[in-house]
């Protein structure tokens, strides 16, 4: 099916859906539908109207002090600001209010997060503070390092889970901004401060990888069989890492 048609189709439902939640007074459903509608929004690339659908679910949540739909909100709100950000709408001046409103909607989430029990909301709280922070504008690798630290120890095992999508792209702009030979070195001394086997893992594929893609004439296949893993790891750690042309969708539900 064709993604506008789906798209289409997805906002259809959400109006009807809309439409049961505003009879029922249900605040929670409705939270949930301008969510929903904010993160179709944003993929398609409607940035304002993502932005105001998420403002929308905010207020409704600061209504009943509901902790989750303001932290689920106020990640879309981060979610927008940062894709303004790269795509730089507006001029300088601009870029450093989208910059400011990005970190600052982050950390609001992560406040809100904390007063519930959800932890892959708390996780994708964490992910999104690093995200903003591992950006241009703040290149601050260090704090990104441990927002993704934070989320990693949140998130019991990795698997299909477009919040572990998230935090794998995360990683990868993590070790884009640091300096991989002190990593290295750090390994190769047994300095792995809290992460797991499988945590340092990831980060060593998010380093290997895509040098390896560079020389193997960057042919997915040539690197696959080059490291004897799969095309779709292959293809997750460039996509993850900026390399691969590919679409995300975003999902609200935590």
Not at 183 to 210: C, H, M, Y
Request: hydrophobic share 40%; proline share 2%.
């Amino acid at each position: 099916m064709d993604a506008a048609v789906a798209s289409r189709k997805a906002l259809d439902q959400l109006e009807k859906a809309a439409d049961i939640y505003d009879s029922q007074h249900n605040h929670r459903g409705m939270g949930a539908v301008h969510i929903q509608r904010g993160f179709l929004c944003l993929d398609s690339g409607d940035l304002d109207r993502a932005g105001s659908e998420a403002a929308q679910a905010f207020r409704l949540g600061e209504d009943k002090a509901d902790y989750i739909q303001m932290a689920r909100a106020r990640i879309l709100q981060c979610m927008v600001e940062n894709a303004k950000l790269e795509e730089q709408i507006e001029e300088t001046s601009g870029t450093n209010r989208h910059a400011q409103l990005a970190r600052d909607f982050a950390r609001q989430a992560v406040e809100f997060a904390k007063h519930t029990q959800n932890r892959r909301l708390l996780a994708r709280a964490y992910v999104w503070q690093g995200m903003t922070v591992a950006s241009d504008f703040f290149n601050d690798a260090e704090a990104a390092r441990q927002c993704c630290d934070a989320a990693a120890a949140l998130l019991k095992s990795p698997g299909p889970d477009y919040i572990w999508d998230d935090l794998q792209e995360l990683k990868a702009r993590i070790v884009r901004r640091g300096p991989i030979d002190t990593v290295l070195r750090e390994w190769s001394q047994g300095q792995v401060g809290d992460k797991t086997f499988q945590q340092i893992t990831e980060e060593f594929a998010n380093i290997i990888i895509p040098k390896v893609w560079e020389r193997e004439q960057r042919k997915v296949s040539r690197v696959a069989a080059r490291l004897s893993i799969s095309p779709k790891k292959v293809r997750r750690v460039l996509r993850a890492g900026g390399l691969l042309a590919g679409e995300k969708a975003h999902r609200a539900a935590t």
